[in-house]
């Protein structure tokens, strides 16, 4: 009787043990704080007229180009300038080389492939890129996990892939 009695105490404490634990998930904190910065940077920026994208990115034509669209297989050529929403400069190729990757080959962040896929040559655009289509949970060297990214991209050239 008395084991019944302490195995049911037991069975209780842990059991609110695990129900805080799960209540105390850093997860969501971020990701709260990660979405409000979004939607801030957006209400702060109303000429932006970003579109929103089902994976989640926010694309917005800034030049619309009128050369050829990139297809997965092709190689991109771009101009970009990364930034945080708070407009500080992280990294640019700008006065340098073209970046150049093959397109849809997940050589690049997915936000940032996905986005040069809407442009045509010549175009110039601006992605906000979310951290789930970013640098994630974990970050990348000076930029921290769960942090939304704003990159001005000009596609300067495509080459047409092997098959095409």
Known sequence: ???????SILLFFAAILLLSLGSCDPARKYEKAETEAIANYLSSNPADSF???PSGL????VVIGTGRAPAVGDTGHVVYTG????GNIFDTNAGGADLVFPMGEGVL???FDEGVTYMK????AT???P?????????????????PLLYDVQLVKVIPGPSK
């Open 1 to 7: 009787m008395i084991k019944k009695y302490y195995q």
């Open 51 to 53: 579109k929103l994208k």
């Open 58 to 61: 926010y694309y917005m034509d």
């Open 83 to 86: 930034k945080f929403l708070n």
């Open 109 to 111: 962040m997915a936000g």
């Open 121 to 124: 040559e010549g175009g110039k």
């Open 127 to 129: 992605l906000l890129i």
């Open 131 to 147: 951290s789930k289509l970013g640098y994630g949970t974990q970050g990348y060297y000076t930029i921290p996990g769960y942090t």
